[in-house]
Nanobody
Framework: VQLVESGGGTVRPGESLTLSCATS????????MAWVRQAPGKEPEWVSA???????WYIESVKGRFTISRDTDKNAIFLQMNNLKPEDTALYYC???????????????????RGRGTQVTVSA
């Protein structure tokens, strides 16, 4: 199982980035997926998740700014991030969700595989 993120970088507030997560080694279209971020000194925070039927979930602070998507032909998920804010600065990694998607919406935060992450820095 491999998950490899890319697309991070340093941007100014208000700018955009698109993160990608390429997967291999498992049947991608059988698994719900998530983006998780961790800022220095803070606990990991689930940002967004997408089910195999494309149902999406977001934390409140990114609603309207971030869009998650998946491409079953490329075995990849993406996170389009618009209007970035300094508080979005973190290491972002993708994860293969272990819990049922409904449980994730209700607060479950279980995954069984993750990538190493890509750094996003938002600074003026």
């Amino acid at each position: 199982v491999q998950l490899v993120e890319s697309g991070g970088g340093t941007v100014r507030p208000g700018e955009s980035l698109t993160l990608s997560c390429a997967t291999s080694g498992f049947p991608f279209n059988h698994w719900d997926m998530a983006w998780v971020r961790q800022a220095p000194g803070k606990e990991p925070e689930w940002v967004s998740a997408i089910a195999i039927n494309d149902r999406a979930w977001y934390i409140e602070s990114v609603k309207g700014r971030f869009t998650i998507s998946r491409d079953t032909d490329k075995n990849a998920i993406f996170l389009q991030m618009n209007n970035l804010k300094p508080e979005d600065t973190a290491l972002y990694y993708c994860a293969r969700i272990q819990a049922p998607f409904g449980a994730v919406v209700a607060g479950a935060r279980e995954y069984n595989a993750r990538g190493r992450g890509t750094q996003v820095t938002v600074s003026a």
